[in-house]
C-alpha cells in the first residue's frame, strides 16, 4: 500500500479542546490539551509525558478541618505484559546515542522500561553503548533513503523484529531536501510493512533543530497526518512525539543529552504500548 502527501511550506497549528485516545495531555514542556475525551483519563507516567489512557476517572470526597476537597483519580485500563518483543531501533545518529556520555541514547531507558514484564531483544547490525543488549541500526549522517538502503541487511528487517521504533528525517533537513522527505519517509514506511507484514511500526517526530527548526515543524506536520492516514487504512503504526525535548535539552544543538535522551524513552514507551494495547505486538516470526 502506497501513500503520498502533500506538504504546505507553512503549517499553522490548531489547538485541540481534548487530546484524543492514547494522545499526550500533560508533562514538562507540554503546551497542548490537559483534558481528554470521553472514556479515557490523563494519566501521569512520568515527569515528562502524561497519555490519554482508555478507563474511568473515580472520585473521592474527603474532609480536611471542615472543608470539602473533591479529589479525581485515574483508573486507567491495565498495561499490557507478558510480551516477547524482538525491538529493532532504526535511525540515524540519535538513534546510534551519539553524544551520550554512555552511547546507549535512549536505548537503555527504554529497555529498563519496557522489561518489567517483558522479554526483550534489541536487534541490528550496529553495537553502541555500555548496555549489554546494545545492537541497533542507528547509521550516523544517514538520510532517509539510506536508512532504506540499510534495513535490508540480514540483522535488520529480515530478523523479523514485532516492532520497529523509525526516526528519520534529520540529515535530510540538513541536506535542504524537507518538501520531499515525507514521500521517501512514506516508501520506508512501505518497504518495512512489505519485508515485516507483521510488525509494530513506531514513528517518531524529529526532535528540536534550533539551526533549522522551520523545516523540523514542517516536517513534524506531515508525519504526524501520514501516521494518522495509515492508522486509518488499518496499518499497525503509532506516532511517538518528542515534543517534550527542548533546545535546552540537546548536547550540541543536533543531538540529545543524557536527559533529552530519557525524554525521547519517556516518549517511546507509551507508543509501544499503545500498540500492545491494541493487540499488534505478537509472538516474533521465527527465523
Not at 25 to 48: E, F, K, P, Q, R
Not at 71 to 92: C, F, K, M, Q
Not at 147 to 166: C, D, G, H, K, M
Not at 182 to 190: F, G, K, N, V
Request: charged letters at 10%; glycine letters at 10%; one cysteine or more.
Amino acid at each position: 500500500m502506497r501513500f503520498s502527501i502533500f506538504v504546505a511550506l507553512s503549517f499553522t497549528g490548531v489547538a485541540l479542546a481534548q487530546s484524543q485516545e492514547w494522545g499526550q495531555c500533560g508533562g514538562i514542556g507540554w503546551n497542548g490539551a490537559t483534558t481528554c475525551v470521553s472514556g479515557t483519563v490523563c494519566t501521569v507516567l512520568n515527569a515528562y509525558y502524561s497519555q490519554c489512557l482508555p478507563g474511568t476517572a473515580t472520585t473521592t470526597t474527603t474532609t480536611n478541618t471542615g472543608t470539602t476537597t473533591t479529589v479525581t483519580s485515574s483508573a486507567p485500563g491495565s498495561t499490557t505484559t507478558g510480551l516477547n518483543i524482538r525491538l529493532l531501533p532504526l535511525g540515524d545518529s540519535i538513534t546510534y546515542g551519539l553524544e551520550s556520555t554512555d552511547g546507549n541514547g535512549y536505548r537503555n531507558a527504554l529497555h529498563n522500561l519496557l522489561q518489567p514484564g517483558n522479554t526483550v531483544d534489541f536487534i541490528g547490525s550496529l553495537k553502541a553503548g555500555t548496555m549489554v543488549d546494545n545492537d541497533n541500526e542507528g547509521h550516523s549522517g544517514y538520510t532517509i533513503a539510506q536508512i532504506q538502503s540499510v534495513s535490508t541487511n540480514s540483522l535488520a528487517l529480515p530478523a523479523r523484529p514485532n516492532v520497529v521504533l523509525l526516526m528519520a528525517g534529520t540529515n535530510d533537513v540538513f541536506g535542504g531536501s524537507i518538501s520531499t522527505a515525507p514521500s521517501r519517509l512514506s516508501t520506508l514506511i512501505d518497504s518495512i510493512f512489505s519485508a515485516c507484514p507483521d510488525t509494530a511500526l513506531i514513528v517518531a517526530t524529529l526532535t528540536p533543530l534550533p539551526s533549522g527548526q522551520a523545516a523540523v515543524d514542517t516536517y513534524n506536520a506531515a508525519v504526524t497526518q501520514l501516521v494518522a492516514q495509515r492508522q486509518a487504512a488499518g496499518q499497525h503504526i503509532v506516532l511517538a512525539s518528542m515534543s517534550a525535548i527542548l533546545a535546552s535539552d540537546l548536547a550540541d544543538g543536533v543531538h540529545p543529552n543524557n536527559a533529552g535522551y530519557v525524554k525521547m524513552a519517556n516518549a517511546w514507551y507509551p507508543a509501544i504500548q499503545q500498540a500492545a494495547a491494541k493487540g499488534w505486538i505478537g509472538t516474533p516470526v521465527k527465523v
